[in-house]
């Protein structure tokens, strides 16, 4: 199969993939633990190069121990440092906790602001993370999330030509319809966790084989 270089066609890959999606992902809820968005921006944060299996057993402590953007800010660095460590990187994102939660604190009054142009001036947010909170915790759909799942998985389908995330979800949000800019992304990354493995894909066993332009190039 060919790689699509149209938008059009493009479009049309998309719109068949969507439903092939849907059926084998109907579940849309975020395997991270949260409950308010700020516990959803810091989990994000912590995902980093990090399994969302061990960020949600960090947060189970971590959480009740720093119940908001205050208790975050006030934190020593030391402390904040071994609460994460087991995520990896520690001593960046205990830097990005803490510097998220003093602007949180002095700018918005402790509370994580609802669009995509006040959540990249936080310390450690990205795109990625915005869309990831902008999505699941206030509903609002202004971009694709793209991790390296998505990336791949997109990439490889023949949806984008890019690589670079920024340009990889400006490709996705032109060939996506706005309503499929949240749950297609979430079903991208549990496809690439269960059958589109970077090094090793399942394309044998792929249940969109027949639409995917890489099948059968891998092994």
């Known amino acids: 199969m060919r790689r699509p270089r149209s938008w059009k066609a493009r479009s049309e890959l998309a719109a068949a993939l969507s439903p092939r999606f849907a059926s084998l992902y109907p579940d849309l809820t975020v395997s991270l ?3 308010t968005p700020l516990q959803l921006i810091v989990a994000t944060v912590l995902s980093a190069q990090c399994t969302d299996e061990r960020v ?3 947060t189970r402590t971590l959480f009740p121990a720093y119940p908001d953007a205050r208790a975050y800010a006030d934190a020593p660095l030391e402390e904040l440092r071994e609460a994460v460590r087991p995520t990896g990187f520690f001593n960046n994102k205990a830097r990005h906790l803490q510097g998220l939660g003093r602007r949180l604190v002095d700018v918005y009054d402790g509370e994580v602001p609802p669009t995509m142009e006040d959540l990249l001036t936080l310390p450690g947010v990205a795109r990625k993370t915005a869309n990831v909170v902008l999505s699941n915790a206030f509903g609002l759909h202004a971009g694709v999330v793209v991790d390296t799942h998505v990336k791949r998985v997109t ?3 023949g949806l984008t030509n890019e690589v670079d995330p920024p340009k990889v979800e400006k490709d996705l ?8 800019w949240h749950p297609f992304a979430w079903r991208s990354i549990l496809h690439g966790r269960t059958v589109c493995h970077a090094r090793k894909p399942r394309c044998a066993e792929c249940p969109v084989a027949d639409l995917c332009v890489s099948a059968g190039k891998f092994g």
């Open 173 to 180: 949000m032109r060939v996506l319809p706005r309503e499929e």
């Open 56 to 58: 949600n057993r960090v």
């Open 33 to 35: 633990d949260w409950e």
């Open 155 to 157: 990439h490889r389908l």
